[in-house]
């Protein structure tokens, strides 16, 4: 009797840790060259929204080793070309990928129309933009500001940036590498647009720092599209605090929307591709985080229950703008058009960002 009970553990054992290999088995390969097809050393390669980067070797090549199924963009850099992206999905077998970098054109120096004070101001209401206003946000700095491009056009203060903005952000614990594809802020409807890829870098610090750090990140974790987004993934999204609701009349940014008060099953909504992605399609909902009281709904009711409210500091707004969206288990959804946000969460930027290798405290 004991044999067998040894080898039924044996053998779960042996299954568990088969389980736990295969999820981090996967890499990927690849060969960034110019268009002559001329190798690139030390072109910087990384993945975006993680703390993976690296730079090719004297062949061009590179490698990302043990890696999950999932979602992932890769981003090149090289100084002289034009940054490269690429969506991959990692599903059941590694990837190998060929890269070409065209040499970027030549541009003119910007020139700054009104001076210092005009490129101060630009800066002030970018770092407000672009970092947040809130306590993680406010404490980020940027490394390298002149960096920074700025140019104005019928209201709207556009930004761009020829290489890495260094940000640390000393609340949290990262020093981070920004990649500014865009921005643009519109001041007569307060509406900010930006689009960029981050690597993130865990800082050193004492045990007392790192303590802090852990505390700050699992603040910023909490409520956030990650969290969200994971727990979409298990199925435990009002069991984690969420408690979404669907939008029943036409909903615009900062109106008033009436909403069906009875919480989401996300059974309905969402459809198991594999054992490592799933797929959430909605079409406008009301986003809150709020823990103690997704703990006590118990409703039941077959019919809508119609309320209003207007979008505010603690409410909000998810439209999914493509047919679906395709989510790991890391939270990472392979289109970065999938979701319109607006409300609470659409006011965490960068300096409340976490990078995909974060994971809370198991106790939580």
Same mark, same amino acid.
Request: hydrophobic fraction near 40%; proline fraction near 4%.
């Given at each position: 009797?004991?044999?067998?009970?040894?080898?039924?553990?044996?053998?779960?054992?042996? *299954?568990?840790?088969?389980?736990?290999?295969?999820q981090n088995n996967f890499t990927i390969n690849g060969k960034?060259?110019?268009?002559?097809?001329? #190798?690139?050393?030390?072109?910087?390669?990384?993945?975006?929204?993680?703390?993976?980067?690296?730079?090719?070797?004297?062949?061009?090549?590179?490698?990302?080793?043990?890696?999950?199924?999932?979602?992932?963009?890769?981003?090149? /850099?090289?100084?002289?070309?034009?940054?490269?992206?690429?969506?991959?999905?990692? %599903?059941?077998?590694?990837?190998?990928?060929?890269?070409? *970098?065209?040499?970027?054109?030549?541009?003119?120096? %910007?020139?700054?129309?009104?001076?210092?004070?005009?490129?101060?101001?630009?800066?002030?209401?970018? $770092? %407000?933009?672009?970092?947040?206003?809130?306590?993680?946000?406010?404490?980020?700095?940027?490394?390298?500001?002149?960096?920074?491009?700025?140019?104005?056009?019928?209201?709207?203060?556009?930004?761009?940036?020829?290489?890495?903005?260094?940000?640390?952000?000393?609340?949290?614990?990262?020093?981070? $590498?920004?990649?500014?594809?865009?921005?643009?802020?519109?001041?007569?409807?307060?509406?900010?647009?930006? /689009?960029?890829?981050?690597?993130?870098?865990?800082?050193?610090?004492?045990?007392?720092?790192?303590?802090?750090?852990? $505390?700050?990140?699992?603040?910023?974790?909490?409520?956030? *599209?990650?969290?969200?987004?994971?727990?979409?993934?298990?199925?435990?999204?009002?069991? +984690?605090?969420?408690?979404?609701? #669907?939008?029943?009349?036409?909903?615009?940014?900062?109106?008033?929307?009436?909403?069906?008060?009875?919480?989401?099953?996300?059974? /309905?909504?969402?459809?198991?591709?594999?054992?490592?992605?799933?797929?959430?399609?909605?079409?406008?909902?009301?986003?809150?985080?709020? #823990?103690? $009281?997704?703990?006590?709904?118990? /409703?039941?009711?077959?019919? #809508?229950?119609?309320?209003?409210?207007?979008?505010?500091?603690?409410?909000?707004?998810?439209?999914?703008?493509?047919?679906?969206?395709?989510?790991?288990?890391?939270?990472?959804?392979?289109?970065?058009?999938?979701?319109?946000?607006?409300?609470? *969460?659409?006011?965490?930027?960068?300096?409340?960002?976490?990078?995909?290798?974060? +994971?809370?405290?198991?106790?939580?």
């Amino acid at each position: 009797m004991k044999q067998l009970y040894f080898c039924v553990s044996l053998c779960i054992l042996l *299954l568990i840790s088969f389980q736990v290999s295969a999820q981090n088995n996967f890499t990927i390969n690849g060969k960034v060259t110019d268009t002559n097809n001329a #190798p690139l050393k030390g072109a910087t390669v990384f993945i975006s929204g993680s703390e993976r980067i690296t730079a090719c070797d004297d062949e061009g090549r590179f490698k990302f080793t043990r890696l999950d199924a999932g979602n992932y963009h890769i981003i090149v /850099t090289m100084v002289g070309f034009t940054p490269f992206s690429q969506a991959l999905v990692i %599903q059941n077998k590694s990837e190998d990928i060929s890269i070409k *970098l065209n040499v970027k054109e030549i541009e003119l120096a %910007q020139v700054n129309i009104g001076g210092k004070d005009h490129w101060d101001s630009y800066f002030k209401a970018f $770092k %407000q933009l672009f970092l947040g206003k809130s306590k993680n946000g406010k404490a980020c700095v940027i490394m390298n500001p002149r960096i920074i491009n700025f140019s104005t056009k019928k209201g709207i203060l556009f930004a761009d940036a020829n290489d890495f903005l260094i940000i640390e952000n000393p609340r949290l614990g990262y020093r981070v $590498k920004y990649l500014l594809k865009s921005f643009g802020y519109d001041s007569s409807s307060g509406i900010t647009l930006y /689009t960029g890829d981050a690597s993130f870098e865990p800082m050193q610090g004492s045990p007392r720092m790192q303590r802090e750090w852990n $505390k700050n990140r699992f603040e910023a974790y909490q409520g956030s *599209l990650m969290h969200f987004l994971r727990s979409v993934y298990q199925n435990r999204v009002l069991k +984690e605090g969420f408690i979404i609701n #669907p939008i029943i009349d036409r909903w615009a940014p900062g109106s008033v929307i009436y909403y069906d008060a009875r919480p989401l099953r996300f059974d /309905t909504l969402v459809r198991a591709i594999d054992t490592s992605f799933v797929a959430l399609k909605f079409n406008k909902v009301m986003y809150t985080y709020n #823990p103690k $009281k997704a703990a006590s709904i118990k /409703t039941n009711s077959a019919y #809508p229950i119609q309320k209003q409210k207007t979008v505010d500091g603690g409410v909000t707004t998810i439209k999914l703008y493509t047919p679906e969206a395709v989510i790991d288990h890391r939270g990472a959804h392979r289109d970065f058009r999938d979701f319109l946000i607006d409300g609470k *969460l659409a006011r965490n930027r960068v300096g409340d960002q976490l990078p995909y290798e974060y +994971e809370p405290p198991a106790n939580n």
